[in-house]
C-alpha cells in the first residue's frame, strides 16, 4: 500500500458566493486540497487563516470588508513560517 499524503490545508475567500463555491468545490475534486474555512471578506480570511493556520490561503484580494487583504498590518505573511508573493 502506498503511504498516504497529507492533503494541503486550505481557507477560500470571496465575496462572491458563487465563486467561493466554485473553487472550493474544484480543490475538493482534485482530491489533493481540504479546505478547512472560508470567507465572504478580508477580515473573515484574517480570522480563518489565524484559528485554522492552512497551508494555503487562496482569496480574491481586491474585494469585500478592507479592500484588499495585503493592505491591512495584521496580516503578517511570515508570521507562521509562510510567506506571501
Known amino acids: ?5 497529507r492533503k494541503i490545508r ?4 470571496d465575496d462572491s458566493r458563487n465563486a ?3 473553487v472550493c468545490g474544484y480543490l475538493e ?3 489533493q486540497f481540504e479546505i478547512v474555512g472560508t470567507a465572504t471578506d478580508g477580515v ?3 480570522h480563518q487563516a489565524e484559528r ?7 482569496t480574491d484580494l481586491s474585494r469585500g470588508r478592507f479592500g484588499s ?3 491591512q ?12 508573493s
Do not use: Y
Open 44 to 46: 473573515q480570511v484574517i
Open 69 to 71: 487583504v495585503t493592505d
Open 29 to 31: 475534486f482534485e482530491g
Open 20 to 22: 467561493l463555491l466554485s
Open 10 to 13: 486550505v481557507v477560500v475567500g
Open 1 to 5: 500500500m502506498a503511504p498516504s499524503k
Open 73 to 84: 498590518p495584521r496580516w503578517n505573511c511570515g508570521n507562521h513560517g509562510g510567506s506571501c
Open 52 to 58: 485554522f493556520r492552512p497551508d494555503l490561503v487562496l
